[in-house]
């Protein structure tokens, strides 16, 4: 595998960075070699690429993906990729951009394309191309705010997006963290009267005194 590391500051508030880069659809206008990327589910792309003289078309799934900080992302099937995209808040109107990506290339351009570094070169082409897209513009063209919940995070989440993206400016909504805290506790608060005492060390049912009745049964 292949490693590469990029990084590009654009000078947009971070929402805005990050909203137009989760528009997958206008990637083939900055990125060299994209020919086009359709999205075909809110974690589900197709990809038609080429690659050192060579086209492929390959579907690309969303593994993570959190509002302003972060969109990772792996191939499906060859050829085999994975990588990941943060955002990071320089200040009010600047972000920096970083791109992280693995991918192993396959066949004799492919590699021979990697060792000559062209690749390299060309995700740091593709992030400049970026800034010069948005800045630009002044602005996103869309933005799909929902969150995909990593592999460490799902706990039973499933594998998918939480289903909900909001439209720019509108607020996610508030979560509960967990409904069963506080936990009641059968201790009184201290000094105000005897502890119970402890499950199981109470009087065995049956064993004390009957109360008395006040009008007496009925005789078998």
């Known amino acids: ?36 990327v359709k999205q075909i589910g809110d974690t589900r792309t197709d990809w038609v690429v080429e690659i050192a003289g060579v086209r492929r078309e390959f579907e690309a799934e969303i593994t993570e993906q959190h ?3 972060r969109v990772a992302w792996r ?14 808040r320089i200040d009010d109107n600047t972000t920096r951009v970083t791109l992280q990506m693995e991918y192993d290339p396959e066949g004799f351009l492919e590699k021979a394309a990697d060792a000559l570094q062209i690749v390299r070169m060309r995700v740091k082409g593709d992030l400049e191309r970026f800034k010069t897209f948005i800045e630009s513009r002044g602005g996103e063209t869309g933005a799909w705010r929902g969150e995909v919940p990593g592999p460490h995070q799902q706990g039973g989440m499933g594998t998918g997006g939480s289903g909900t993206g909001y439209d720019i400016g509108e607020p996610m909504p508030p979560r509960t963290v967990n409904p069963e805290y506080p936990r009641e506790t059968p201790l009184p608060p201290p000094g105000t009267g005897p502890i119970p005492p402890a499950p199981g060390t109470g009087p065995v049912p049956g064993t004390g005194p009957l109360p008395p009745r006040d009008t007496p049964g009925p005789v078998i």
């Open 1 to 36: 595998m292949s490693s590469i590391e990029q990084s590009v500051d654009v000078n947009v508030p971070i929402r805005t960075a990050y909203n137009q880069w989760t528009q997958f659809e206008s990637f083939p206008e900055f990125m060299e070699g994209v020919e086009s």
């Open 67 to 69: 509002p302003d900080e």
């Open 75 to 88: 191939s499906v099937d060859t050829p085999r990729q994975a990588g990941v995209v943060t955002f990071h």
